[in-house]
């Protein structure tokens, strides 16, 4: 569909929409599957450990846009290539997420922007 073609967007039922996708708790159920899943994955030779070091990091942050939407922190990359005394701690953050073998929240949080097509819709925003 062309932008601004289609039915006009009703704002409520969109930001409805993703609020109910964003906001409720996610409940996995365990099922047989799980147990088929676990007995397939027996055979696989773990891999080495990881070390995550302040080069690793260095390297992904000049990779990295400068000035896409940042995450939660709020910092865009453009300034973690500039900060390079944070490499040491986020190498060392992401080190202990992995050594503990699971995710801190924050890692799997995001944030969901409604961009409009058209000014049509950015007239209807509140």
Same mark, same amino acid.
């Given at each position: 569909? =062309?932008? #601004? $073609? #289609?039915? &006009?967007?009703?704002?409520?039922? $969109? ?10 708790? %996610?409940?996995?159920?365990? #099922?047989?599957?799980?147990? %088929? /899943? &676990?007995?397939?994955? @027996?055979? *696989?030779?773990? =891999?080495?450990? /990881? *070390? =995550?070091?302040?080069?690793? /990091? &260095?390297? @992904? /942050?000049?990779? @990295? ?8 922190? #709020? ?15 986020? @190498?060392?953050?992401?080190?202990? &997420? +992995?050594?503990? !073998?699971? +995710?801190?929240?924050?890692? $799997?949080?995001? *944030?969901?922007? +409604? ?5 049509? $819709? *950015?007239? !209807? =925003?509140?």
């Amino acid at each position: 569909m =062309i932008s #601004g $073609t #289609g039915p &006009a967007l009703n704002w409520t039922d $969109t930001v409805t929409f993703w609020r109910g996708l964003w906001s409720e708790p %996610v409940n996995h159920s365990g #099922g047989p599957w799980t147990e %088929v /899943v &676990a007995s397939q994955c @027996a055979s *696989i030779t773990p =891999i080495d450990p /990881v *070390i =995550i070091t302040p080069h690793d /990091v &260095a390297e @992904a /942050v000049l990779r @990295a846009p400068n000035w896409k939407t940042p995450g939660l922190d #709020g910092l865009h990359h453009y300034w973690l290539k500039g900060f390079v005394v944070c490499h040491t701690m986020l @190498a060392r953050q992401f080190q202990e &997420a +992995l050594n503990q !073998k699971s +995710l801190p929240s924050l890692f $799997t949080t995001g *944030i969901t922007h +409604l961009v409009p097509k058209d000014q049509d $819709t *950015i007239d !209807k =925003i509140p």
